[in-house]
C-alpha cells in the first residue's frame, strides 16, 4: 500500500492540489497530514480528487471546527489533536504535527512517524522508527512545495517537489512583500 505524507500546507490550494494528483498519478489513494491546513477551503483539492485524509491539527491551524467539518464531510477523512496514532497494513503509524509533542517511548512504539513543524524534509530512524517530514507543501520558506510518499511494503520513502516557474514566481512575490514588510519595520 502506498501513502501520501504531507503537512505544512498553510493555504496553498494551487501546490496542495498539484501535490494530490501527482500522488493519485502514483496510486495513492489516503494521505497521512501531518497538520497546518491553516484554514477549512485548504481541504477542498482533497474533496474535489476524492483523496481520503488521516492526519493531526498543527499550531497555525485556525478554524479548526470548520477544517474538522470540511474533512467529515465532503474528504471522507478524519483528523484530530496532536499526536494521533493509526494502524495501516498491520503497522502502526504515528502523526504529530511537532515532534516534541510525542513522548520517546511512543515514537518508539511506532513503525512510522509523521511529522511536520520545520517544514524541512527528513527521512531517518530513532529505534524500529521510521520518521518522516515531507518538508512543506506550501513552499512559502524554502521555495519548494514537497510531499512523499510512503511504501508500506517496502518501507521506502520517495519525495515530490513542485519546481520550475509557477512555484519559484511565488517565493520571489513572497520574498518581495516580506522585503516590503521589513523595510517599513
Known amino acids: 500500500m502506498r501513502v501520501g ?11 496542495i492540489e498539484e501535490l494530490l494528483r501527482r500522488m493519485s498519478a502514483a496510486g495513492v489513494g489516503l494521505v497521512l497530514h501531518a497538520g497546518d491546513y ?3 477551503f485548504a481541504l477542498n483539492p482533497f474533496r474535489d480528487l476524492n483523496m481520503a485524509l488521516a492526519g493531526v491539527f498543527g499550531n497555525n491551524d485556525g478554524d479548526r471546527e470548520g477544517i474538522k467539518a470540511i474533512a467529515a464531510v465532503g ?20 502523526i504529530v504535527h511537532e515532534m516534541s509533542e510525542a513522548a520517546v517511548h ?10 511536520g513543524y520545520t517544514h524541512r524534509r527528513e527521512v531517518r530512524t ?6 518522516i517530514n515531507p518538508g512543506e507543501a506550501c513552499g512559502w520558506l524554502f521555495g519548494t512545495p514537497s510531499a512523499a510518499i510512503l511504501d508500506l511494503d517496502t518501507m521506502e520513502v520517495e519525495f515530490i517537489e ?3 516557474p509557477p512555484w519559484q514566481e511565488s517565493r520571489r512575490a513572497s520574498e518581495a512583500a516580506q522585503g516590503r514588510t521589513e523595510a517599513r519595520g
Open 75 to 94: 474528504v471522507g477523512g478524519e483528523l484530530y489533536d496532536s499526536p494521533h496514532s493509526v494502524e495501516l497494513e498491520g503497522k502502526r503509524l504515528l
Open 38 to 40: 491553516c484554514s477549512p
Open 106 to 115: 511512543s515514537v518508539e512504539h511506532h513503525r512510522v512517524v509523521v511529522h
Open 162 to 164: 513542485l519546481t520550475g
Open 126 to 131: 530513532r529505534g524500529g522508527a521510521l520518521i
Open 5 to 15: 505524507v504531507m503537512a505544512d500546507s498553510h493555504d496553498r490550494v494551487p501546490a
